[in-house]
């Protein structure tokens, strides 16, 4: 843990909305970097790496990624096995996993100085509510609560390579992830191809609202993680004189 | 893009049943007379569905766990209760009422906009948080004064669990003491929400028959134009929670309604409302209650 009087600088939390009314005379020393994209377009693997480089360059870094809080996670494994949850319902669990997450461990983490690398983010949960038929407004609020990110990175990848690197990885395709429970198709890789273009539309439009640095994910791994650093040495770079203004 | 149009999430949708809410700080009564409602309209020969706050069995464990240990902060207390709220509204709220039935609810929406935002949570956000649910029929709202509705329970309650007392929120170290400052503050967000939300006040100082009798005369005042659904079960249907019976989608014993269902909820738009406005755009313009 880093000294105390490290939590005396840095600016208090800059949120989407409304934020946390009950936090907003705090400080967050602490950066939070975001890494978005599907799932197969690497995210885990770039998360790790750019860890293992943030430590190695002397920064507390802390993992943090969607479904693991404790508080709804076995709500939400146990309602996906049967398929129980309608989509409101569903929207809202993972909606206040991501809240309890950022007020029990990204904030703390923050305020302590730690770099926050959230393996995705409210953008993930935007898109596949915005495919679900969510309104673009209602969501908006709804992540209100959380804090804006200094870097937000987003991995692309074509449908079809995320389904071959499914295939690889898994050895079969994720109902969810293949839109069967919007019906997208009888048929499993029709349905994954589909729901994951209409996925790609989503995160494109939130790509360009909330600035994301978009990088192509179907690269060698080393190669992306050189831009990746580059760009958050960068950030480092700039943000270090007092004053100037970050993201 | 056909996916594109997909409806769901975030959107209200016009039901010809009817809704009747109670509201109210605790011991006002509230259920006491929801349920001698229930009985009446019962007797009358309606179909009546019932549902109560934060019992839903999916999100319960949850809540309880987290309860239990205090994990809980005001966003994510006012959240998981959203959760269970929505997973209710989902399968035992909306379905009956678009089928055409009566919906009677033990607490509503407005008891997340009293108590969240006595705990703390942004007005706007909450209201935003429910923006999906519609609008009740009925909202009666039980109003007695703070010393009343507090002796009440704490004749009949000795000890306060941890939240009810308000105790997360530091008002006072003796339960008994925050418990009534925390009664107090959340009377004042219903008080305040009576005219924009247009709820019904029951004045709760009076007697259990009095305010039935009231209650009994606004709601068939409400029914006068009503008609129950042809082939309605018979009185008394208690809607149970096993989602098999009550979530229509992707079942296939419903056969017959399954293509309607999934065009309905699902892809595209439909059949009964056809809203002109394109889906993802307005969800509060399709707001609307029974007349």
């Known amino acids: ?247 | 893009m056909a996916l594109k149009k997909i409806r769901g999430l975030g959107l209200t949708k016009k039901y010809p049943g009817r809704l009747i809410i109670v509201e109210g700080c605790d011991g006002s009564g509230k259920s006491t007379q929801l349920h001698l409602l229930r009985v009446w309209l019962e007797h009358q020969g309606f179909p009546v569905f019932f549902t109560e706050w934060n019992s839903s069995e999916l999100v319960n464990a949850a809540t309880r766990r987290a309860k239990k240990k205090n994990l809980l902060t005001p966003t994510t207390f006012s959240l998981i209760h959203a959760c269970d709220f929505a997973d209710r509204y989902e399968k035992i709220i909306l379905p009956p009422l678009r089928a055409g039935y009566i919906v009677l609810a033990d607490r509503y929406v407005y008891t997340a906009y009293a108590r969240d935002v006595a705990r703390g949570c942004d007005p706007d956000w909450v209201r935003n948080l429910y923006s999906f649910a519609v609008k009740p029929t009925l909202g009666f709202y039980f109003h007695a004064p703070l010393e009343v509705s507090v002796s009440r329970i704490l004749v009949g309650r000795p000890t306060l669990k941890y939240h009810e007392a308000g105790m997360d929120l530091d008002l006072s170290p003796d339960p008994v003491e925050s418990f009534k400052i925390f009664q107090g503050i959340i009377k004042k967000q219903y008080d305040s929400m009576v005219k924009p939300e247009k709820l019904t006040r029951i004045d709760a100082t009076r007697s259990i028959t009095v305010m039935q009798d009231e209650m009994r005369a606004l709601t068939a005042d409400k029914l006068a134009d009503y008609v129950p659904p042809d082939n309605s079960p018979g009185p008394g249907v208690r809607i149970t929670h096993d989602p098999d019976l009550n979530d229509l989608r992707g079942e296939s014993h419903f056969e017959d309604v399954e293509d309607l269902d999934e065009t309905a909820d699902d892809m595209e738009m439909d059949v009964d409302e056809a809203p002109e406005v394109p889906l993802d755009t307005d969800e509060s313009s399709d707001y609307s209650s029974a007349p």
């Not at chain 1, 398929?83 to 997450?101: E, F, H, I, R, V």
């Not at chain 1, 640095?213 to 040495?233: C, M, N, W």
């Open chain 1, 1 to 247: 843990m880093p000294a105390k009087d490290a939590a005396s600088a840095g600016a208090p939390p800059r949120y989407y909305g409304k934020g946390i009314p009950y936090l907003k005379d705090i400080t967050l020393p602490g950066k939070l970097i975001v890494i978005e994209g599907p799932d197969g377009s690497g995210r885990s693997t770039q998360t790790a790496l750019l860890k293992e480089w943030l430590e190695s360059s002397g920064h507390a870094v802390l993992n943090v990624g969607l479904r693991r809080s404790d508080l709804v996670m076995s709500a939400i494994i146990e309602a996906k096995k049967g398929n129980l949850l309608g989509k409101t319902t569903l929207s809202l669990l993972y909606a206040t996993d991501l809240a309890d997450q950022l007020e029990n461990r990204i904030i703390p983490a923050m305020r302590a100085g730690f770099v926050a690398i959230a393996d995705r983010y409210i953008y993930t949960l935007m898109a596949r509510d915005l495919v679900r038929g969510a309104g673009e407004e209602w969501l908006e609020k709804l992540f209100g609560f959380a804090v804006v990110p200094d870097l937000i990175f987003y991995l692309d990848a074509r449908p079809d390579l995320l389904m071959h690197r499914a295939f690889a990885k898994y050895g079969q395709l994720d109902y969810w992830e293949s839109g069967m429970d919007l019906g997208a198709s009888g048929d499993m890789i029709e349905g994954f191809l589909r729901y994951q273009t209409v996925l790609r539309v989503r995160y494109k439009g939130l790509a360009e609202k909330y600035g994301f640095q978009v990088l192509d994910g179907s690269a060698e791994p080393e190669a992306i993680q050189r831009r990746l650093r580059k760009r958050v040495e960068d950030f480092f770079a700039e943000s270090r004189p007092k004053g100037k203004g970050k993201g």
